[in-house]
């Protein structure tokens, strides 16, 4: 059985920082892109961060430029996204994707699946709350 599993949210002040964690498990983790997606209240869900596991590059969304970083451990098949310097504006559900796309780059794979619900596998989310 696949499972995506995020964890690390919680309730920061602006200026702050959280890491999030997503684990995987039953998957071969080096043929995926990990996505990492959000959902503000009222707001559709967006990607944020992406890491193709097979060559390490990495994607992210203007919004998040020079603030966050992802990273992933295939040994231990995690993917994190350190967060620093929140705002208010970034509170939402994080949520954590897979996509089987053996060799590809992580950009090639945001453009070929943008969006989250298109993702072989999902997880159920972590809330961040960001405090003024």
């Known amino acids: 059985e696949v499972q995506l599993v995020e964890s690390g949210g919680g309730l920061v002040q602006a200026g702050g920082s959280l890491r999030l964690s997503c684990a995987a498990s039953?998957?071969?983790?080096?043929?995926?892109?990990i996505g990492w997606f959000r959902q503000a209240p009222g707001k559709e869900r967006e990607g944020v961060s992406w890491i193709s596991n097979g060559d390490g590059s990495t994607y992210y969304t203007d919004s998040v430029k020079g603030r966050f970083t992802i990273s992933s451990d295939n040994a231990k098949k995690m993917v994190y996204l350190q967060m620093n310097s929140l705002k208010p504006e970034d509170t939402a559900v994080y949520y954590c994707?897979?996509?089987?796309?053996?060799?590809?780059?992580?950009?090639?794979?945001?453009?070929?699946?943008?969006?989250?619900?298109?993702?072989?596998?999902r997880g159920q989310g972590t809330q961040v709350t960001v405090s003024s």
């Open positions: 039953g998957i071969t983790f080096a043929d995926y892109t």
């Open positions: 994707a897979a996509e089987f796309k053996p060799g590809y780059p992580a950009i090639v794979v945001v453009t070929l699946k943008p969006d989250f619900d298109e993702y072989d596998y």
